[in-house]
C-alpha cells in the first residue's frame, strides 16, 4: 500500500516497485538453510539475535534510503535478517518444549504468523496515511524489542563442529536460481534465465558436495527422509493458495472501487478466527499427526479456492470473505502440521536445516500461487483459482493415501510419542 508514495518520493518508475518486494523475498527464502543450518551447529540464540539485527537495520537503512538502488540494498539486507525468523523459531520451540507440548506451540506459533500477516495490510495502510511511507517501512525495526526480553532464554548449545562453506554456498546459488525462476512471471525473461543457469550449475555441484560430505551443509540423513520433501512440497501448495487468494481477492475488491483499507478489514476477520483455533489446531495436529493434519488442511484450500471462484465468477462479496476466513484457517493449521511432521521425521541434530529445506520450498509456493493467480486475465479469475483448487485436492489425496499407507510414520519422538494415526 505504500509503494505508490514511496515511488514518487524516492524517484523511481512504479513499475519498478516489484524489485522493492522481490529484493526481499530473495533472500528470506535463500537465507532460510543457512539460518537453519548454523542454527543446527550453535544453537538459536545466535543467529536468531543476527537475523533480528539485520532486519532491524534494514528497515532504517530502508527509511533513509535516498534513491531506488539504495533501497533495493535495504531490502536486500531485511530480507538477510527476516529468514531467520520462519527457520530459527520453530527450532527453538524443539529445543524449548517437550514432544508432548509441541502442538500447542506450534499452532500457537502459527496463529501469530497469520495475524501478523492479515493485520499487516491494515495496518501498513493506516501507518502510510497519517505518517507516510516511511512509518509502514520502519515497523520491522520493532522486532528487536521483541527479541530483548526472551533473548537470554535461548538455547546456545548445539552439535558443534565446523560450517561447510562450500556446501553452503551451493545451496544458496541453487535457493536463489529456484526463487528467480519461480518470481520469473512478474521479473520478465531475464530473471528466467539467471534462475535456470543458477539452477543447472548449483544443483549438481549441491549433489557432489552431499556424496562427498554426508554430514556437511546438508546432511544426507535430512534429505533423504521422504517425509521433509513430500511434506515440503504439498505444504508450498497449500502456501500457493493462500497468496493466490490474498492476491486475487484484493485484484477483486479493488476492480470494483473497494479502497485499500476496507479491503484489509475484510481480509482480517478470517485471519482473527485462524488465531483462535490455535487450541482446536494443536488438538488435530496430536490427534491426527502432521500428514494427514496437512491433507485436511489442502482439502480446507480447496474449499476456500472453489468458494473464491464461485465469489468472482458471481461477484458474491460475501463469499470472498468466507473464502479468506477458510484460508486462513487452512494456512493455522497446515504451516505448523508441516512443522511437526519435519522435526518429528529427522534427528535433533540436523532440525535446523531440514526445517530451513521445508521452509525454502514452503515460502516458494507463494509465488506459484501468485504466477497461476496472475493468469486471470487469460482464464479469469475463477479459472485460475479453480487450477490452484485442483493442486489442492490433487495434494490432499496424496497425503492422504501416504499416511494411510505408512509413509507418513514420525521417526524420531521419543518412545511413547509415536501415535498411530502418524501411519
Given at each position: 500500500?505504500?509503494?505508490?508514495?514511496?515511488?514518487?518520493?524516492?524517484?523511481?518508475?512504479?513499475?519498478?516497485?516489484?524489485?522493492?518486494?522481490?529484493?526481499?523475498?530473495?533472500?528470506?527464502?535463500?537465507?532460510?538453510?543457512?539460518?537453519?543450518?548454523?542454527?543446527?551447529?550453535?544453537?538459536?540464540?545466535?543467529?536468531?539475535?543476527?537475523?533480528?539485527?539485520?532486519?532491524?537495520?534494514?528497515?532504517?537503512?530502508?527509511?533513509?534510503?535516498?534513491?531506488?538502488?539504495?533501497?533495493?540494498?535495504?531490502?536486500?539486507?531485511?530480507?538477510?535478517?527476516?529468514?531467520?525468523?520462519?527457520?530459527?523459531?520453530?527450532?527453538?520451540?524443539?529445543?524449548?518444549?517437550?514432544?508432548?507440548?509441541?502442538?500447542?506451540?506450534?499452532?500457537?506459533?502459527?496463529?501469530?504468523?497469520?495475524?501478523?500477516?492479515?493485520?499487516?495490510?491494515?495496518?501498513?495502510?493506516?501507518?502510510?496515511?497519517?505518517?507516510?511511507?516511511?512509518?509502514?517501512?520502519?515497523?520491522?525495526?520493532?522486532?528487536?524489542?521483541?527479541?530483548?526480553?526472551?533473548?537470554?532464554?535461548?538455547?546456545?548449545?548445539?552439535?558443534?563442529?565446523?560450517?561447510?562453506?562450500?556446501?553452503?554456498?551451493?545451496?544458496?546459488?541453487?535457493?536463489?536460481?529456484?526463487?528467480?525462476?519461480?518470481?520469473?512471471?512478474?521479473?520478465?525473461?531475464?530473471?528466467?534465465?539467471?534462475?535456470?543457469?543458477?539452477?543447472?550449475?548449483?544443483?549438481?555441484?549441491?549433489?557432489?558436495?552431499?556424496?562427498r560430505r554426508p554430514d556437511g551443509f546438508v546432511p544426507r540423513a535430512a534429505i533423504r527422509e521422504p517425509v521433509v520433501l513430500r511434506n515440503s512440497i504439498a505444504g508450498s501448495v497449500i502456501h500457493g493458495s493462500w497468496y493466490g487468494l490474498i492476491v486475487t481477492i484484493p485484484t477483486f475488491l479493488a476492480a470494483r472501487g473497494w479502497d485499500p483499507i476496507p479491503i484489509g478489514l475484510a481480509m482480517l476477520p478470517g485471519a482473527l478466527l485462524g488465531a483462535f483455533c490455535g487450541r482446536i489446531v494443536a488438538y488435530a495436529i496430536d490427534r491426527l499427526g502432521g500428514?494427514?493434519?496437512?491433507?485436511?488442511?489442502?482439502?480446507?484450500?480447496?474449499?476456500?479456492?472453489?468458494?473464491?471462484?464461485?465469489?468472482?465468477?458471481?461477484?458474491?462479496?460475501?463469499?470472498?470473505?468466507?473464502?479468506?476466513?477458510?484460508?486462513?484457517?487452512?494456512?493455522?493449521?497446515?504451516?505448523?502440521?508441516?512443522?511437526?511432521?519435519?522435526?518429528?521425521?529427522?534427528?535433533?541434530?540436523?532440525?535446523?536445516?531440514?526445517?530451513?529445506?521445508?521452509?525454502?520450498?514452503?515460502?516458494?509456493?507463494?509465488?506459484?500461487?501468485?504466477?497461476?493467480?496472475?493468469?486471470?486475465?487469460?482464464?479469469?479469475?475463477?479459472?485460475?483459482?479453480?487450477?490452484?483448487?485442483?493442486?489442492?485436492?490433487?495434494?490432499?489425496?496424496?497425503?492422504?493415501?501416504?499416511?494411510?499407507?505408512?509413509?507418513?510414520?514420525?521417526?524420531?519422538?521419543?518412545?511413547?510419542?509415536?501415535?498411530?494415526?502418524?501411519?
Amino acid at each position: 500500500m505504500a509503494l505508490p508514495e514511496l515511488a514518487a518520493d524516492v524517484g523511481f518508475d512504479p513499475d519498478r516497485g516489484v524489485w522493492v518486494l522481490t529484493a526481499y523475498a530473495l533472500t528470506l527464502a535463500v537465507t532460510t538453510a543457512l539460518y537453519g543450518r548454523v542454527a543446527d551447529r550453535s544453537g538459536v540464540r545466535g543467529p536468531l539475535t543476527l537475523g533480528v539485527a539485520l532486519l532491524s537495520l534494514g528497515a532504517l537503512l530502508a527509511v533513509l534510503a535516498p534513491s531506488f538502488e539504495l533501497l533495493i540494498a535495504a531490502r536486500l539486507l531485511q530480507g538477510c535478517g527476516a529468514g531467520a525468523a520462519p527457520v530459527v523459531t520453530l527450532a527453538a520451540l524443539r529445543a524449548v518444549y517437550p514432544p508432548q507440548a509441541m502442538p500447542r506451540a506450534l499452532a500457537t506459533w502459527a496463529a501469530s504468523g497469520v495475524v501478523f500477516t492479515a493485520a499487516g495490510p491494515v495496518l501498513g495502510g493506516l501507518a502510510t496515511q497519517l505518517f507516510g511511507w516511511r512509518a509502514a517501512v520502519l515497523v520491522p525495526a520493532l522486532a528487536a524489542l521483541a527479541l530483548a526480553p526472551i533473548r537470554q532464554r535461548l538455547p546456545t548449545g548445539g552439535s558443534g563442529g565446523r560450517l561447510d562453506y562450500l556446501g553452503a554456498l551451493w545451496v544458496v546459488a541453487a535457493a536463489a536460481g529456484l526463487v528467480l525462476l519461480v518470481q520469473s512471471a512478474s521479473l520478465g525473461p531475464a530473471a528466467t534465465g539467471a534462475g535456470v543457469a543458477l539452477l543447472a550449475l548449483a544443483l549438481p555441484l549441491v549433489a557432489r558436495q552431499i556424496r562427498r560430505r554426508p554430514d556437511g551443509f546438508v546432511p544426507r540423513a535430512a534429505i533423504r527422509e521422504p517425509v521433509v520433501l513430500r511434506n515440503s512440497i504439498a505444504g508450498s501448495v497449500i502456501h500457493g493458495s493462500w497468496y493466490g487468494l490474498i492476491v486475487t481477492i484484493p485484484t477483486f475488491l479493488a476492480a470494483r472501487g473497494w479502497d485499500p483499507i476496507p479491503i484489509g478489514l475484510a481480509m482480517l476477520p478470517g485471519a482473527l478466527l485462524g488465531a483462535f483455533c490455535g487450541r482446536i489446531v494443536a488438538y488435530a495436529i496430536d490427534r491426527l499427526g502432521g500428514t494427514r493434519s496437512m491433507s485436511a488442511s489442502a482439502l480446507l484450500c480447496f474449499g476456500a479456492l472453489t468458494l473464491a471462484a464461485i465469489g468472482c465468477a458471481t461477484g458474491a462479496v460475501p463469499l470472498l470473505v468466507v473464502a479468506m476466513a477458510v484460508v486462513y484457517l487452512a494456512m493455522t493449521l497446515g504451516q505448523p502440521a508441516l512443522g511437526a511432521s519435519v522435526v518429528a521425521a529427522v534427528p535433533a541434530a540436523t532440525t535446523g536445516i531440514a526445517i530451513g529445506v521445508s521452509t525454502l520450498l514452503f515460502l516458494n509456493g507463494g509465488g506459484i500461487g501468485s504466477a497461476i493467480a496472475g493468469l486471470a486475465p487469460v482464464l479469469g479469475p475463477a479459472g485460475a483459482l479453480g487450477l490452484l483448487a485442483g493442486l489442492c485436492l490433487a495434494s490432499s489425496v496424496f497425503l492422504a493415501q501416504a499416511a494411510r499407507t505408512g509413509q507418513g510414520l514420525t521417526k524420531h519422538q521419543p518412545p511413547g510419542q509415536v501415535r498411530p494415526s502418524d501411519c
